[in-house]
């Protein structure tokens, strides 16, 4: 038996995936987000491949929100045994300049702060000034020193 999709297939997985991305919400929890792309990539393959090739569409089983997604996230988990994943992010209210450095994240989790202000633009007039201060509160994170 040959389990190779073919190109219709093929294409329908592809408009399918795209599909599931334009649908699922983006959230600040990855695993989330990804088994929220599980699901409706599933639903939108089988909806696609019931419409347009009827005859190789395996039956669905109907399940709870949250079975399905602990199912998606255990096949994750699987696939990729060693990653790690950090659903800490850090918004930053008005103008952000340039990509957020990697500390920045870990520094802001230590302190509990979800949201900062980004005064990189304004190192060069005052270099001591902070890169970036918390919006509620007076924390204040510098770049790492380097040794």
Same mark, same amino acid.
């Given at each position: 038996?040959n =389990?190779?999709?073919?190109?219709?297939?093929?294409?329908?997985t592809?408009? *399918?995936?795209?599909?599931?991305s334009?649908?699922?919400?983006?959230?600040? $929890?990855?695993m989330?987000?990804? @088994?929220?792309?599980?699901?409706?990539? $599933? *639903?939108? =393959? $089988? *909806?696609?491949l019931?419409k347009?090739?009827?005859?190789?569409t395996?039956?669905t089983?109907?399940?709870?929100?949250?079975? @399905?997604v602990?199912?998606?996230?255990e096949?994750?988990?699987? @696939?990729?045994?060693?990653?790690?994943?950090?659903?800490?992010?850090?918004?930053?209210?008005?103008?952000?300049?340039?990509?957020l450095?990697e500390?920045?994240?870990? *520094?802001c989790?230590?302190?509990?702060? =979800?949201?900062?202000w980004d005064n990189r $633009?304004?190192?060069?007039?005052?270099?001591?000034?902070?890169?970036?201060?918390?919006v509620n509160?007076d924390? @204040?994170f510098w770049?790492?020193?380097?040794?």
């Open positions: 038996m =389990t190779q999709p073919n190109k219709d297939q093929s294409i329908i592809q408009v *399918a995936a795209k599909i599931a334009e649908l699922t919400p983006k959230t600040d $929890d990855v989330k987000n990804v @088994a929220d792309w599980v699901l409706a990539f $599933d *639903a939108c =393959t $089988d *909806a696609l019931a347009t090739m009827p005859s190789i395996a039956p089983t109907s399940q709870s929100h949250t079975d @399905a602990a199912q998606a996230t096949r994750i988990m699987e @696939a990729f045994p060693n990653s790690t994943i950090q659903s800490f992010t850090v918004k930053v209210k008005g103008s952000q300049h340039g990509p450095p500390w920045l994240a870990p *520094a989790a230590a302190k509990g702060v =979800t949201e900062v $633009d304004k190192l060069s007039q005052n270099p001591k000034r902070p890169w970036f201060k918390a509160g924390e @204040a770049a790492p020193r380097s040794k």
